[in-house]
C-alpha cells in the first residue's frame, strides 16, 4: 500500500470513529441524549465506505481465488461474534449476524444467495425457512390424536440466533496490480455458518452456510454499523473496515484449482493439522509470488 492510500484509510477511520463512537456522551443532559449527534455533527458528516478504485484486467498480473474459514471461538475474531445478548446494551451495538439479518429484512441488502458463486438467487423468506425450527411436543400429538385443537403451548419453536453462529465463510481475491506493483486482496462474499437448525441438540451438529452475500452490496450498511474495539472503546471500527482490513484471523479451507475447486478436506481428510499446514502452504504460495516479483 503506497502512502497516499495509507494516510487515506488512517484519515478515514479516526474520522468515522470520532462521529459514531458515543457521540454526544459529554455533552448530554439526559440518557436519551447520548449517541444523538449535534446539528454541527450531521452538518460535516460525510461519511461513506472508502471507494476500491477501479482495477483494469490488463492490470492484473497473478490472481488466486480462495474461500477461508472464520473461526468464532478464537478470541481475534470475537469482535464479529459479541454482543449475543442485546436485552441489555445500546440499540447502536450489534453483532455481525444481526446487522446482516436487520438489513436483509428491511431490503437494504438485496441480493442473497445461496452458494458461492452467487449463481442462485434466494430470497428472505427461503432464508427464514432455514433459520426456524417448529415442532409439536408429545403432547401435542396426543391432543391431535384425539381430535382436539392443538395448543400453543404445545408448539416447540426454535430459531437461530446470533449465539448459534459458529463460524463466517469469506470468498476473495489476491491480486498482484502490476500498475501499482503490489500483492492486493479484494473481498467478493460472505456466509455466515451455523448448525442445522432441526438437528442442534446432536452431539455433533453438521454446519451449514445459511446465505451467501455479495460483500460489495452491503458495505453501505456494514461501514455504518460498529463493532467494538478492545482497546478503544471510544474508537469502534465499522464492519466494513474489520472485514477489509482482515482484522480477523482466518484460514483457507478451498482454493480454486483445476479439480473443481475442490476443498482441502477433500484430499486431506480427517487430520486437522495437515489441513492446517496445507492452509499455510497455499498463503504462503500466493505471498511468494509477490516477492519473486522483486527477485533479479
Do not use: C
Not at 463460524?167 to 455458518?193: C, N, S, T
Amino acid at each position: 500500500m503506497n502512502l497516499k492510500s495509507f494516510l487515506l484509510t488512517v484519515t478515514a477511520v479516526f474520522t468515522v470513529s470520532s462521529i459514531f463512537a458515543q457521540a454526544n456522551i459529554l455533552n448530554a443532559k439526559s440518557p436519551e441524549e447520548i449517541g444523538v449527534r449535534t446539528e454541527a455533527q450531521k452538518a460535516i458528516d460525510n461519511d461513506k465506505p472508502l471507494d476500491y478504485g477501479y482495477v483494469d484486467d490488463r492490470d492484473i498480473l497473478f490472481s488466486k481465488m480462495v474461500w477461508e474459514k472464520i473461526d468464532l471461538d478464537e478470541r481475534a475474531n470475537f469482535p464479529l461474534y459479541y454482543p449475543i445478548d442485546t436485552n441489555n446494551i445500546g440499540s447502536d451495538r450489534r453483532s455481525l449476524y444481526d446487522v446482516l439479518m436487520k438489513n436483509i429484512r428491511n431490503g437494504k441488502i438485496k441480493n442473497i444467495y445461496g452458494d458461492s458463486y452467487f449463481k442462485t438467487k434466494t430470497n428472505l423468506k427461503d432464508i427464514e425457512a432455514a433459520l426456524v425450527k417448529v415442532d409439536t411436543t408429545e403432547y401435542g400429538i396426543e391432543q391431535l390424536n384425539a381430535g382436539e385443537e392443538l395448543s400453543a403451548e404445545y408448539i416447540d419453536k426454535r430459531e437461530l440466533a446470533a449465539a448459534d453462529i459458529k463460524e463466517y465463510h469469506i470468498k476473495g481475491l489476491w491480486y498482484f496490480d502490476k500498475r501499482q506493483a503490489e500483492m492486493k486482496y479484494r473481498l467478493l462474499g460472505i456466509a455466515p455458518v451455523a448448525p442445522d437448525v432441526n438437528f442442534m441438540d446432536a452431539e455433533k451438529p453438521d454446519l451449514v452456510e445459511l446465505f451467501w452475500i455479495f460483500y460489495p452490496d452491503a458495505r453501505e450498511v456494514l461501514h455504518e454499523a460498529k463493532s467494538f474495539n478492545n482497546k478503544n472503546s471510544s474508537m469502534p471500527f465499522s464492519y466494513d473496515h474489520v472485514l477489509n482490513a482482515r482484522r480477523f484471523h482466518g484460514f483457507i479451507y478451498k482454493e480454486e484449482n483445476v479439480q473443481g475447486d475442490r476443498k482441502i478436506s477433500e484430499y486431506i481428510s480427517e487430520n486437522s493439522l495437515m489441513q492446517l499446514l496445507e492452509s499455510e502452504r497455499i498463503k504462503e504460495k500466493i505471498r511468494d509470488f509477490e516477492l519473486d516479483m522483486w527477485t533479479y
